[in-house]
């Protein structure tokens, strides 16, 4: 059984960072496309970084480029998402997804069939 739980999540100021942990148990990482994504009220889930299992090319949405970097530790079964400068549009709850699907939309929600109960992300002053 897939099992994803995020850990990391808090409150922090404009410009500061955080960086989220997604624990997994019941798969092994490089056979599986990890995906984060964030919902803020209100809007949709939107996708964030993904680690892609078919070409080992990480993934970032334009909104995060150059601030967001997403890494894994197969010994730890742990991907990491280091977030920098830190912006009040950051804040939502964020989500780690796994899928083994290949998706050529790598942020397509539906793709991902695996799914942690998220952590709350708060950049406010």
């Known amino acids: 059984q897939v099992q994803l739980v995020e850990s990391g999540g808090g409150l922090v100021q404009p410009g500061g960072s955080l960086r989220l942990s997604c624990e997994a148990s019941?798969?092994?990482?490089?056979?599986?496309?990890i995906g984060w994504f964030r919902q803020a009220p209100g809007k949709e889930r939107e996708g964030v970084s993904c680690i892609s299992s078919y070409d080992g090319n990480t993934y970032y949405a334009d909104s995060v480029k150059g601030r967001f970097a997403s890494s894994k530790d197969n010994a730890k079964n742990t991907v990491y998402l280091q977030m920098n400068s830190l912006k009040a549009e950051d804040t939502a709850v964020y989500y780690c997804?796994?899928?083994?699907?290949?998706?050529?939309?790598?942020?397509?929600?539906?793709?991902?069939?695996?799914w942690g109960q998220g952590t709350q992300v708060t950049v406010s002053s």
């Open positions: 997804a796994a899928t083994r699907l290949r998706l050529f939309n790598v942020f397509d929600v539906d793709g991902y069939d695996n």
């Open positions: 019941g798969l092994t990482l490089d056979f599986y496309t």
